[in-house]
């Protein structure tokens, strides 16, 4: 017999929300790469995207720079006790909802029933001998599956290759050997994984599954069956309310049977009780034989007690909810006052300074610019302060002297050039060398640095 689970679907209020969940999710998945937001001066003008080649991301005005990996790190935080408390309260619900294996295996399935049929025809197409019934469907649903697939790696090519080249370097035919590269290899892992494995990836391959046991406790609501209710199971008089009907076991993806009690594998989609609570109807039982609840709820309402009550802010939750919170605020506050520049100057002390023909003094220095902001800086002004007379020259820019350096910069550029400081010959005094300070002005910052100009040995 065949280890391949063929989910029935049946009509209910968790199914609904299945759905419009997982076409709310792709949606923004699919489109989010294809809002404009226009930057100029040659770069990207996709609103989200990471630009793994410039080592830069965006998200709308915001430039993350690779010196600021540490927002990834928080996100990353954010992400893993978020998923903590959604466990906590909730179990596995993330798995049902939103995982995005879950939502292709969804299409996936959606597709086979399209085509092929719900559960019986399925089963009787697999077990039938190839012809040309059999192959005309089984081979539209690979395509379509496979199409799917592509969408799928498209998609998420998108956030790291600009979408709109993308599309015409694929109409073209002249997509990067990178770009190709996770195209196929997304296109081909979507429709391995949510084509045949399916289950198994929740179960064998994903980890979410084994540390969850460690997140759930008496209070987290999971899908839950109460024995008390339906047992012994059976029609007739003086049993249980559970008929043994088995449709909670076959609107299952996973394949498991809920009145075994809490498995690893259970996703907490809730499709089982859409199934169990049409049954209930039918048979004029109240709902509810298969519920999301908790340990201790389920245990009260087996005591048939007054005094049930739903916990949530437990110690766990309020833990986690706490690093949450911080997090966040860290997060947001760090973004806030994010630094619009970086402004960097060493000196070069080999040598220690120049004595040039007309007899002035000059020290050399290296400077580094970034404007790490979406907008150009205009008149943005370097000059110096502690020795009167003191003239800036950045080379990469002019070979002029001046008492002070002012200059454009546009979007996300750097400057890195060498800078000379000179002291003119009647400015020139026995000092060994003075205390000096940089200073760059710009849009909204008034940036110092302090150096040292040698002036004698």
Known sequence: MSSKIYPQRFKGKYRTIKDITGIFLLFIYMVAPWLPYNRGFDMPNQAIMIDLPQRKAYLFNIIIWPEELYYLTLILILAAVGLFICTTLFGRIWCGYTCPHTTMVDIFTLIERLVQGDRNPRMRLDEMEMNLEKFTKKSLTHILWIAISFLFGFGWVSYFYDVRLLTRDLLNFSVTTNGLIWLVALTGTTYLFAGFLRERVCTHMCPYGRFQSGLVDENTVIVT????????????????????????????????????GLQM??????????????????IERPEGLIEYTSASRAK???????????????????????????????????????SQFIFQI????????????????????????????????????????????????????????KEKFCFDLTPASQISSQLFLKLPRDKVDSSHYKNISFQLIGYDSHITTDSLFYINK
């Not at 009550?309 to 860290?330: C, E, H, L, Q």
């Not at 404007?371 to 502690?386: D, R």
């Open 300 to 338: 009260l309402l087996e005591e048939k007690r007054d005094n049930i009550r739903k916990v949530i802010f437990t110690p766990k939750v309020i833990f986690y909810s706490s690093v949450f919170v911080t997090a966040s605020m860290v997060l947001i506050a760090s973004l806030i006052m994010k």
């Open 346 to 401: 060493d000196k070069i002390n080999s040598p220690l300074f120049t004595v040039i023909p007309d007899g002035s003094v000059r020290n050399s220095y290296r400077l580094n610019i970034i404007n790490k902001t979406a907008i150009v800086q205009k008149n943005v002004c370097l000059s110096v302060t502690g020795i009167d007379g003191l003239l800036v020259n950045v080379q990469s820019l002019s070979r002029d002297y």
């Open 265 to 282: 594998s259970c996703i907490g989609c809730g499709l089982c009780i859409d199934a169990c609570d049409a049954v209930m109807e039918k």
């Open 225 to 260: 069956y109460h024995s008390w209710r339906g047992e012994p199971r059976g029609k007739g008089d003086g049993l249980g309310d559970c008929i043994d009907c088995n449709r909670c076991v076959i609107a299952c993806p996973m394949g498991i049977d809920i009145r075994d």
